[in-house]
């Protein structure tokens, strides 16, 4: 995972948690664990896609195969990033 995706999950998830926290309400409960819920689907998305180099550079774990190579960050990882980009700016 890169720095700047990794940030911004820790954003959502410190998020998740302070709503939680000041729950006083079912719906502000459910919104908290449902921002867990999305972080937690995207950390694991992240971790299928996570760059490994067998000496000819950075490759996806998830894409790649014995046969092809997919250069990191490969679709999924840029998708990513792409959908979360400018989404912390009300930090
Ligand atoms: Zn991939």
């Given at each position: 995972?890169t720095?700047?995706?990794?940030?911004?999950?820790?954003?959502?998830?410190?998020?998740?948690?302070?709503?939680?926290?000041?729950?006083?309400?079912?719906?502000?409960?459910h919104?908290?664990?449902?921002?867990?819920?999305?972080?937690?689907?995207?950390?694991?998305?992240?971790?299928?896609?996570?760059?490994?180099?067998?000496?000819?550079?950075?490759?996806?774990?998830?894409?790649?195969?014995?046969?092809?190579?997919?250069?990191?960050?490969?679709?999924?990882?840029?998708?990513?990033?792409?959908?979360?980009?400018?989404?912390?700016?009300?930090?």
């Amino acid at each position: 995972m890169t720095d700047d995706l990794a940030a911004r999950l820790a954003y959502y998830k410190a998020r998740g948690e302070r709503e939680l926290a000041a729950a006083h309400d079912v719906v502000t409960r459910h919104s908290g664990e449902n921002i867990l819920a999305l972080v937690g689907a995207v950390e694991a998305v992240l971790e299928l896609h996570a760059p490994l180099d067998r000496g000819a550079g950075p490759q996806c774990a998830g894409c790649a195969t014995h046969v092809t190579f997919t250069r990191w960050p490969c679709k999924t990882v840029e998708a990513i990033r792409t959908a979360l980009e400018g989404s912390t700016d009300d930090q």
